[in-house]
């Protein structure tokens, strides 16, 4: 057997410079591109965590409307609204700690978590007599950035006939 020795072309290789070189030309532009990524994901989270306490403020009212929708309203108070439910029972409507609570004798429901306060406030006929019609309700809370955050319903009675 006769075994040849071959000779390589010098420069079929890939040198160590161009190995370094090209490293470098791909990290100046990955650096920008990962920066546009973080701060992408960045926003989507802030932007999710605002919109779950909105969501939550939200489920809140709607149950809030629902209630005096199926009731009676007794009083409105700027921080408190007092209600006649559909089995007769009364109750309150107010933020005690972070939560807003409807509290019918012993029992206390958790209508949302987190709220920082509410305000009512009833809505009149500009007719004389005036007329209760319904009742303005914002909830205040603060997001997972820190800002505070609202979220605001009309709740108009049902017609009295």
């Known amino acids: 057997m006769n075994f040849r020795r071959r000779h390589l072309n010098p420069r079929a290789a ?14 100046v532009m ?29 489920t809140g009212l709607r149950w809030v409307a629902q209630t005096i929708r199926d009731g009676q309203v007794l009083a409105v108070q700027n921080r408190r609204l007092t209600l006649k439910l559909a089995d007769g029972r009364t109750a309150r409507i107010e933020v005690r700690g972070n939560e807003l609570l409807m509290l019918s004798g ?6 949302a978590e987190g709220v920082r306060d509410v305000e009512f406030r009833s809505l009149v006929t500009g ?4 007329a209760r019609v319904g009742v303005s309700i914002t ?11 609202s979220v605001a319903a009309t709740v108009a009675y049902r017609p009295q006939i």
């Open 139 to 149: 909830l205040r809370a603060r997001d997972n950035s820190g800002s505070l955050t």
């Open 30 to 58: 990955i650096v920008p591109i990962a920066g546009v990524i973080r701060a992408s994901g960045q926003s989507i989270h802030a932007a999710s965590g605002n919109h779950s306490v909105q969501a939550s403020l939200r």
């Open 106 to 111: 012993r029992d206390q429901v958790v209508l």
């Open 127 to 130: 007719s004389r007599p005036p």
């Open 14 to 27: 890939v040198s160590l410079i161009e190995v370094i070189a090209c490293m470098a030309i791909v990290g």
